[in-house]
């Protein structure tokens, strides 16, 4: 059990890292410099364990930790915690995965808030502003939005504009139906939904997602196009699918090997011809 803990600037000479369950990134610590010039310093403390010697070990904040280095600090706010070196394991590992407990629709709705508060922070990195500011040599050294993200996620840029579009593109209410959804909803969804312009499309899509209708937004969309005689076929089923690859198969094969095929399975498609010629298939 966890006897104590308290909250104390302690040096960083005394921190002790040992092995870690994920490696410090230079994109990411490149990132957080970013966020402490931004807010004059860290928005959080790091955690230590206490060791019985003075000094502390690391148990979350290895970027905080390794950037306070790079900057020269000689101290760093800290957690200290009165506990074992397993349950210090097990708080560092809860923190990398605590992520995974976000749903794919919830990520992508955080980094829109995310983006927003960003964007009014550094308007300077909005699409088509940081290019002027640059042209007159007025664009502060910022990276934009997706770039900040993705170093962070360990994804590109565009995937993180391709989640944070889908984000938009579903309100309030429309979140929790998906939320609640038999089958979780996955960023590719989310991304199908981000390519929709059409409200009404989207609203029915969503509701087949919402109700387990359909295995993924794409076949939704198949199924809304059927609907409104879009043109668009919808969904086949495994004998279509079946026979169409049998069908692509013979034409693609030259005479001998339809011959040899016929030698080998001749008796059964003629039984089969004789099936369907007596109503049987």
């Known amino acids: 059990m966890v006897s104590?803990?308290?909250?104390?600037?302690?040096?960083?000479?005394?921190?002790?890292?040992?092995?870690?369950?994920?490696?410090?990134?230079?994109?990411?610590?490149q990132v957080l410099r970013q966020s402490y010039e931004d807010l004059d310093g860290f928005t959080t403390p790091i955690h230590v364990r206490r060791l019985r010697n003075g000094a502390y070990e690391l148990i979350d904040g290895a970027h905080r930790l390794a950037l306070a280095t790079e900057l020269g600090l000689t101290t760093i706010l800290a957690r200290i915690w009165e506990c074992s070196s397993d349950q210090a394991?097990?708080?560092?590992?809860?923190?990398?995965?605590?992520?995974?407990?976000?749903?794919?629709?919830?990520?992508?709705?955080s980094l829109v808030v995310r983006q927003e508060a960003y964007l009014k922070l550094h308007p300077e990195t909005a699409a088509g502003v940081a290019g002027a500011l640059a042209k007159h040599?007025?664009?502060?050294?910022?990276?934009?939005?997706?770039?900040f993200v993705g170093a962070v996620m360990g994804v590109t840029p565009r995937q993180v504009r391709k989640i944070i579009h889908a984000g938009k593109s579903v309100s309030s209410e429309q979140a929790e139906r998906l939320e609640r959804a038999p089958k979780r909803v996955s960023i590719n969804d989310l991304s199908e939904l981000g390519k929709i312009g059409?409200?009404?499309?989207?609203?029915?899509?969503?509701?087949?997602?919402?109700?387990?209708?359909?295995?993924?937004?794409?076949?939704a969309r198949r199924t809304?196009?059927?609907?409104?005689?879009?043109?668009?076929t919808p969904p086949m089923n495994n004998t279509e699918k079946t026979w169409l690859r049998l069908a692509d198969a013979w034409k693609r094969a030259p005479k001998a090997g339809r011959v040899t095929f016929l030698?080998?399975?001749g008796d059964e498609v003629q039984a089969l011809l004789d099936?369907?010629?007596g109503g049987q298939v």
Request: proline residues 2%; without cysteine; hydrophobic residues 40%.
């Open 4 to 29: 104590k803990v308290s909250i104390a600037e302690i040096e960083v000479g005394k921190i002790v890292v040992k092995s870690r369950v994920r490696s410090v990134s230079a994109e990411a610590i």
């Open 137 to 147: 040599g007025m664009q502060r050294n910022y990276s934009s939005f997706a770039e």
């Open 275 to 277: 099936e369907l010629r």
């Open 198 to 219: 059409d409200a009404p499309e989207r609203d029915r899509v969503i509701e087949l997602l919402a109700e387990g209708k359909v295995k993924s937004a794409k076949d």
């Open 89 to 109: 394991r097990f708080f560092e590992t809860d923190a990398n995965v605590s992520i995974s407990h976000l749903t794919p629709l919830a990520l992508a709705r």
């Open 224 to 232: 809304w196009a059927s609907e409104n005689n879009r043109g668009v």
């Open 263 to 265: 030698e080998e399975h």
